[in-house]
């Protein structure tokens, strides 16, 4: 099996058919396992509870509440299900004929801060002259609570209108942003609940972290410069979250866990995380005009970085979230902030890449790009690959920008 | 029928009696109206479509999104039902043999900054030195996401633990917070939502606002200025936020409308409202330490303040928040912010009371109050009466800290 799902894959989603009802669907190759059925055949009785409610249900967070054990025992079972191409061909729809949805009910959102460089790009652009690192970042997994009503697979984000201010300008005015732009994040998925609000140690993460998609945190950067101060970003992200529609499992990227980066100063004790929570994901975004889609060129690839450079980790962030006694729930989302490195082609933001606007990029249709215009695509990807392991993909997150529609 | 609750008023519930399911009830003098038996007996069959679903549920959500004209007509109905102490007597339950549960399943939390009184206190103790009020207040009603899985009705808030940095240390610790605070606020329910996300305008507001309900921003003052910057405040709100059981619908409200505030410079068109949107409501905060209840003494008022003063109110709110296209729900929360006033005695947080300290409360007890001690009981009332109207009543908010469980 080629592409992103080989058998050693086989994230989760949300599935129909045309005019059918959805449920849980799993990716293989170029096919979907209907889930729905394979519980109903009662192949899965006794690795989930109630497996056939479970897999018939429109989203994943009845699966994810089944915990740890039952998340890996399903992908065991599949994998000795698929390994007999007579029993699991009745089980698989080709993925051309299907329709994927919002794989998850989300609950909180929390988008956090985790790059480094990213950080420090943003704080030079945002607060020029001064320190670019706040001095609390090498303590605190920054983070914020985000919209969830607008989090979506939906494969078009409508330009959003907004206050913004010239710098030169006595009083702000309203209107479409001028600034959009994508951030390259990935999405960890809560599937277990601590309750009522027991903190969770770093070393407990791996069995409330469900999986990972792919996520592109929407900004609208001329508002957000405006609005920002002093409560944080509000309305130039609140309009559009989009995620890649595929949940892989933390299960199959642990063969691609890579020793975590070193922190310096050592964080407090409720932070350390002996396990490695570093992960080998080469992440790409590429950007089409819409003259390139006239003109069919393919999208342009502007962004290559890997996430295995992240400051904060997954585990890190849980235990800091929880550490208040804050309650997580299944379909929690947890955001790791826009991934960039330090040179160019790996900056996560067009904010970062074009230095705001001074220095745009150029296509190779030769046009030119500070921020996204109309009918603009991006994509994204994620891939995981290590010499003798197969390659793991997140399928793919895309959108074209729409314009104003109110 | 005395206290907050008579004929005008009628506020909504979720209540349950022994061991029973929850329902929703409607507060009346000193009973509570069970609607479920008012809808099995078939008396709202004609205001509200599914009426034995909608009242025989666990939250208010369902009844939220049949809108303004069931909202309203439910109310009419009730008061027409009520008159006949015959036929109203089978469906009263005494609220003593009742036990109050979460109104609503909350969807997303906004939490504003509207009181313009409050900013620049705030402004001036975190940001000394500095312009207390920054720029974009005067234009853009500010808000910012807060976590939806800790919002409850619960009488108990356990002290957080967090990080804090004394200004003097060069590095920060873990621990039980040291300045932990109660904000007077009250609470903004959504009932209709705007479907795809169209803008709401704000003479529209009053078909998308449900009601309101007394809220407690609780906040850990000490982490709040170590983690705030630069993407707001985070760990430090996310621990516990607290309503009022009784959602006061804006129908029962209308009376109590006043001019709006004056706002100079007159906000961006999109934020301008012709109708009254301002509300007199006088709250008050009161406190009881551990050895007054011990003592049997009362709480004492620490605030009172009126609600009539908030420089942005909720219309602006809404307006402002989907102004680029955000999705509001049935079961979204509007916090106000912290309703404070410019005199001693009107401050609605320790914070601002105690100027972060510095001037101690002095309590009946004789005690001394900074921020707030574990055993401290905080309880909020809220109040709206003009000669010739009846008095109409929030209910209570009403909370014990308890120490760090964990």
Redesign the interface.
Same mark, same amino acid.
């Given at each position: 099996v080629k592409g992103d799902f080989p058998l050693e894959n086989l994230p989760f989603g949300i599935f129909s058919r045309d005019g059918d009802r959805r449920s849980v669907g799993v990716a293989y190759g170029d096919d979907v396992i209907d889930m729905a059925k394979v519980a109903d055949a009662r192949l899965l009785d006794d690795v989930v509870k109630n497996a056939v409610e479970v897999f018939n249900a429109p989203t994943l967070n009845a699966f994810l509440e089944t915990g740890h054990g039952a998340w890996r025992e399903t992908r065991v079972r599949l994998q000795t299900i698929l390994e007999d191409r007579t029993t699991s061909k009745e089980f698989l729809v080709p993925r051309a004929l299907t329709r994927m949805h919002m794989p998850v009910e989300i609950?909180?959102y929390?988008d956090f801060?985790s790059s480094i460089e990213h950080a420090t790009n943003v704080?030079k652009l945002?607060?020029p002259g001064g320190e670019p690192l706040?001095p609390?970042y090498r303590?605190?997994p920054?983070?914020?609570?985000?919209?969830?009503?607008?989090i979506s697979i939906r494969e078009k984000v409508?330009r &959003?209108?907004?206050?913004t201010?010239a710098a030169d300008a006595p009083?702000?005015?309203?209107g479409p942003s001028r600034q959009l732009d994508f951030e390259l994040e990935l999405g960890f998925i809560v599937g277990l609940s601590n309750g009522e609000?027991? &903190?969770i140690p770093t070393e407990d993460a791996a069995d409330y972290l469900f999986g990972v998609v792919l996520l592109s945190d929407w900004s609208?950067r001329d508002?957000q410069s405006?609005?920002?101060?002093?409560?944080?970003?509000?309305?130039s992200k609140?309009?559009?979250t989009t995620i890649s529609p595929w949940v892989v499992t933390l299960d199959a990227l642990l063969p691609y866990r890579v020793e975590n980066r070193a922190q310096d &100063?050592e964080p407090?004790?409720?932070l350390r995380v002996d396990a490695p929570w570093a992960f080998d994901i080469d992440l790409s975004v590429s950007l089409q005009s819409r003259a390139m889609q006239t003109a069919r060129e393919k999208p342009k690839e502007i962004v290559r970085v890997n996430f295995r450079n992240m400051y904060w980790n997954a585990a890190q962030q849980l235990a800091?979230?929880t550490?208040?006694?804050?309650?997580?729930?299944a379909g929690?989302l947890l955001g790791s902030g826009t991934i960039s490195g330090t040179n160019e082609g790996s900056y996560g933001s067009l904010l970062e890449a074009t230095l705001r606007g001074a220095r745009p990029l150029v296509l190779t249709s030769s046009e030119t790009r500070t921020f996204l215009e109309d009918g603009d695509t991006v994509v994204m990807h994620g891939v995981a690959a290590h010499p003798g392991l197969p390659r793991i993909g997140l399928g793919e997150l895309r959108a074209t920008i729409a314009p104003p529609?109110?």
């Open positions: 609950r909180d929390v801060y704080g945002f607060r706040l609390n303590h605190i920054i983070g914020y609570h985000g919209r969830t009503s607008t409508r &959003p209108s907004g206050q201010k009083t702000p005015v309203f609000g027991r &903190p609208a508002v405006w609005e920002g101060q002093p409560l944080g970003p509000f309305l609140s309009f559009a &100063p407090l004790d409720y800091h979230l550490s208040n006694g804050s309650i997580v729930r929690d529609e109110w």
